[in-house]
């Protein structure tokens, strides 16, 4: 009763989450008409300057340890936000120019609630595609490539060939990572600014590159940031099957079609009794070329 009391005067923690994104969901339209008055060039040019400061801002990504690595994340993540409003908006005007839609106020929202690592529930019809452009793009400034997990290759393919529009024309680059490439192409398609690909692909290029013996032959980049569709299906229902992947045999096989040969051609010996003295043994065994142990 108190609770629900609660929710209606103060809002559930979703619609308050949400409120704190109304002021930078305001900036990103607020920015909607200068950026219209840009040029295709200069929109790519402007985009090409906000990768060179998040890349400054952000310094050097070699320090290795623990803190190093939070420090780095605190830092992408401030110059990220800072920047966030007018790539959302650059975003937007790019959708409208390569492919004629325009993201909605409740689509600025649901990309906001992605980069922020959230889950972002979006209803049938608004549009969770062309959602995902936004921390997309956003988040490939850092230059260190984003993956964009789908369910199935044909997904994978379409939404980097349809949204892909909108990425190019900002001069980003695009890849997909489906099932009949090979290393050489998944190569390339990784070294985008944002690949497409489903999670089995991601998974098991992951498993073999730790399998592979020579750093020229990886084929990822460490990874960096992710957004997951059906992310219910991929980390709940198809998590409960497991990836697993063998190498190569050590030895050559051609050692146990030789062993199979000869097999047959053994002769069995008397069957050893359980209390069979060990000098007993010793002539039981004579009798074959092995004998059965009953033990």
């Known amino acids: 009763m108190i609770d629900k009391f609660l929710t209606k005067v103060f809002g559930s923690s979703n619609q308050r989450y949400i409120k704190t994104l109304l002021p930078i969901i305001q900036q990103v339209n607020d920015l909607e008409p200068s950026v219209k008055k840009l040029s ?10 906000l990768r060179e400061q998040v890349i400054a801002e952000v310094g050097d990504l070699t320090a290795k340890g623990e803190d190093a690595k939070k420090e780095r994340k605190r830092r992408t993540q401030e110059a990220l936000d800072k920047i966030l ?30 980069h922020q690592g959230r889950i972002a529930e979006m209803r049938t019809g608004e549009g969770k595609t062309l959602v995902a452009t936004l921390p997309a793009t956003l988040n490939a400034l850092t230059g260190r490539g984003v993956h964009v997990v789908t369910v199935n290759d044909y997904l994978a393919t379409r939404d980097a060939e349809w949204m892909g529009r909108i990425y190019k024309f900002l001069g980003l680059t695009v890849g997909a990572i489906v099932n009949d490439l090979d290393d050489w192409e998944r190569k390339d398609a990784y070294a985008a600014d944002i690949t497409y690909g489903t999670n089995n692909e991601f998974g098991f290029d992951y498993l073999r590159d ?9 084929v990822q980049r460490p990874h960096h940031f992710a957004i997951v569709d059906e992310v219910d299906s991929i980390l709940i229902d198809e998590a409960r099957t497991p990836l697993i992947i063998s190498g190569p045999a050590e030895e050559s096989t051609d050692l146990y079609y030789e062993v199979d040969r000869i097999i047959p051609k053994l002769k069995p010996g008397e069957v050893i009794r359980g209390d069979a003295k060990a000098e007993e043994r010793e002539a039981l065994e004579s009798t074959g070329d092995y004998i059965h142990d009953e033990k």
Do not use: C, W, Y
């Not at 295709?40 to 300057?49: P, S």
């Open 85 to 114: 409003p007018e790539v959302f908006a650059l975003t937007r005007e790019a959708s409208v120019r390569a492919t004629g839609m325009r993201h909605f106020d409740v689509q600025l929202i649901g990309g906001i609630a992605l």
């Open 210 to 218: 730790n399998m592979k013996f020579e750093l020229a032959a990886i």
């Open 40 to 49: 295709d060039e200069q929109m790519r040019e402007r985009v090409a300057a």
